[in-house]
């Protein structure tokens, strides 16, 4: 593919894009066609490509890739990040504040702002 700046190199880019979406691929040659295409882009233009056409060339390369939402349930040791992490102790509640909680509190869910405080040992 020849993108000249003499030419519209946008909008030939842009069919470029959407010629190599439309083809299926696996993963490995998915990255090397959109490397490839990009590098061909950068040496005959010299400048970046859009950003509407990178994230249209992530989203071909991601396609595959497999959103776990509850990856807690079905991972055996879930790895979280430091944001995950805080959220989850934040939502968690100990199963001994539970037991003196209303069924309706139950349901709905519990707010503790200290769930840190421990007792004092005299």
Same mark, same amino acid.
Not at 24 to 48: F, H, N, S
Not at 52 to 78: C, G, H
Not at 111 to 121: A, G, L
């Given at each position: 593919?020849?993108? *000249?700046?003499?030419?519209?190199?946008?909008? *030939?880019?842009?069919? +470029?894009?959407?010629h190599l979406i439309t083809?299926?691929?696996?993963?490995?040659?998915?990255?090397?066609?959109?490397?490839?295409?990009?590098?061909?882009?950068?040496?005959?233009?010299?400048?970046?490509?859009?950003?509407?056409?990178?994230?249209?060339?992530?989203?071909?390369?991601?396609?595959? *890739?497999?959103?776990?939402?509850?990856?807690? *349930?079905? =991972?055996?040791?879930?790895?979280?990040?430091?944001?995950?992490?805080?959220?989850?102790?934040?939502?968690?509640?100990?199963?001994?504040?539970? #037991?003196?909680?209303?069924? +309706?509190?139950?349901? =709905? #869910?519990?707010?503790?702002?200290?769930?840190?405080?421990?007792?004092?040992?005299?």
């Amino acid at each position: 593919m020849v993108f *000249s700046t003499e030419a519209n190199y946008k909008e *030939s880019f842009a069919t +470029a894009v959407t010629h190599l979406i439309t083809q299926d691929m696996p993963v490995q040659w998915r990255i090397k066609a959109v490397d490839d295409l990009i590098e061909t882009y950068l040496k005959q233009v010299g400048e970046i490509p859009d950003s509407d056409q990178l994230e249209r060339l992530t989203n071909y390369i991601l396609k595959d *890739s497999k959103n776990q939402p509850d990856k807690v *349930s079905n =991972t055996e040791y879930p790895v979280f990040s430091d944001w995950q992490q805080k959220h989850r102790c934040r939502r968690e509640v100990p199963l001994e504040h539970l #037991g003196k909680m209303a069924v +309706a509190v139950k349901r =709905t #869910g519990i707010r503790f702002k200290h769930r840190e405080k421990r007792r004092r040992i005299a």
